[in-house]
């Protein structure tokens, strides 16, 4: 047993090696549907807040209640916690009037901080007439947001081919955007073939990969109906025979996963990772703990 958890130990020590006080974290938290979930993700918010990330962001829904939770909860987490919290804002189903009112309300009230994001929607053959470079041109007429778009290492699910994705995700930056952050991806080459194609484009804003830990490996494969996310095989492998119910395991193996993809990362240079709670705390905290981020470190 103490070979065992020696050698536990030289793991740890060898991931988290010339990582420690050098990388940088964000949280992202979605509206709670109900009041038990509110207070689930108080908890997880208070739990994340001990380190000191550099922002929140909470997700927006197309419909106007959830557009109003955004909008709520982005103002109490800054109030309570001090720390700046980013809304995400959307095309769908709205009008260039109507997101210059949302737009104009959010700098009134001192939210500055906006991911911008064309949407999606479950309607089949909508035809979308604004997309995110156009909401970021927007934003950018009515106040100085600081704007993060997204991108995607593994292609837009409507995306013909890379260079399209190049182009489109130019724009976005020229258009204004400080940064992107990565929709969530496993395969560490997949997003630094994805940041020397932006070199080549001429794209030199910051691109945030975007880290989901698992919890939930069955969740994660429904998931993937929606993207053009790939699971490596041997994470197939790994989580192979293992109980839908049998979360704890699942948990330690996420956690793993994510140590070993922010290694991998941080020693290719990348010091800023954004993680897809899906407002669950454990696995993101215990990673940013074991990788030296807990208790306020001067990292940050």
Same mark, same amino acid.
Request: glycine fraction near 4%; charge should be positive; hydrophobic fraction near 40%.
């Given at each position: 047993?103490?070979?065992?958890?020696?050698?536990?130990?030289?793991?740890?020590?060898?991931?988290?090696?010339?990582?420690?006080?050098?990388?940088?974290? *964000?949280? #992202? !938290?979605?509206?709670?549907?109900?009041? *038990?979930?509110? =207070?689930?993700? +108080?908890?997880?918010?208070?739990?994340?807040?001990?380190?000191?990330?550099?922002?929140? *962001?909470?997700?927006?829904?197309?419909?106007?209640? #959830? $557009?109003?939770?955004?909008?709520? &909860?982005?103002?109490?987490?800054?109030? @309570?916690?001090?720390?700046? =919290?980013?809304?995400?804002?959307?095309?769908?189903?709205?009008?260039?009037?109507?997101?210059?009112?949302?737009?104009?309300?959010? +700098?009134?009230?001192?939210?500055?901080?906006?991911?911008?994001? $064309?949407?999606?929607? @479950?309607?089949?053959?909508? @035809?979308?007439?604004?997309?995110?470079?156009?909401?970021? $041109?927007?934003?950018?007429?009515?106040?100085?947001?600081?704007?993060?778009?997204?991108?995607?290492? #593994?292609?837009?699910? %409507?995306?013909?081919?890379?260079?399209?994705? /190049?182009?489109?995700?130019?724009?976005?930056?020229?258009?204004?955007?400080?940064?992107?952050?990565?929709?969530?991806? !496993?395969?560490?080459?997949?997003?630094?073939?994805? $940041? #020397?194609?932006?070199?080549?484009?001429?794209?030199?804003? %910051?691109?945030?990969?975007?880290?989901?830990?698992?919890?939930?490996?069955?969740?994660?494969?429904?998931?993937?109906? /929606?993207?053009?996310?790939?699971?490596?095989? +041997? /994470? !197939?492998?790994?989580?192979?025979?293992?109980?839908?119910?049998?979360?704890? =395991?699942?948990?330690?193996?996420?956690? =793993? &996963?994510?140590?070993? /993809?922010?290694?991998?990362? *941080?020693?290719?240079?990348?010091?800023?990772?954004?993680?897809?709670?899906?407002?669950?705390?454990?696995?993101?905290?215990?990673?940013?703990?074991?990788?030296?981020?807990?208790?306020?470190?001067?990292?940050?």
């Amino acid at each position: 047993m103490n070979e065992f958890f020696q050698y536990h130990q030289d793991i740890i020590k060898q991931k988290i090696k010339n990582i420690n006080n050098s990388i940088h974290c *964000s949280f #992202e !938290f979605f509206p709670p549907k109900n009041t *038990s979930l509110e =207070t689930k993700l +108080w908890l997880t918010i208070d739990k994340l807040s001990i380190l000191k990330p550099k922002f929140f *962001s909470v997700t927006y829904g197309a419909n106007s209640g #959830e $557009r109003k939770k955004t909008y709520d &909860i982005v103002k109490q987490i800054n109030k @309570k916690t001090g720390i700046i =919290t980013a809304a995400h804002l959307t095309c769908i189903n709205s009008t260039p009037s109507k997101l210059k009112e949302i737009a104009k309300h959010y +700098w009134n009230n001192g939210i500055k901080n906006i991911i911008a994001l $064309r949407g999606d929607t @479950k309607e089949k053959n909508y @035809k979308h007439t604004m997309y995110a470079v156009d909401l970021v $041109r927007l934003l950018k007429r009515i106040a100085n947001f600081d704007i993060s778009v997204a991108a995607y290492p #593994e292609l837009h699910p %409507e995306s013909k081919n890379i260079k399209l994705d /190049m182009i489109n995700l130019k724009k976005k930056i020229d258009a204004g955007a400080n940064r992107a952050i990565t929709q969530f991806f !496993f395969n560490v080459d997949h997003y630094l073939y994805f $940041r #020397e194609n932006c070199i080549k484009y001429g794209i030199t804003a %910051e691109i945030i990969p975007g880290i989901l830990p698992i919890s939930d490996f069955k969740q994660l494969k429904r998931f993937l109906s /929606m993207t053009n996310v790939q699971i490596p095989k +041997w /994470m !197939f492998e790994i989580f192979s025979g293992l109980d839908d119910n049998d979360r704890f =395991t699942q948990k330690v193996i996420g956690c =793993t &996963i994510a140590i070993d /993809m922010i290694q991998k990362l *941080s020693s290719e240079g990348v010091k800023n990772f954004h993680f897809y709670t899906l407002n669950q705390s454990d696995i993101s905290y215990s990673v940013c703990h074991i990788l030296g981020l807990s208790c306020g470190l001067s990292c940050f």
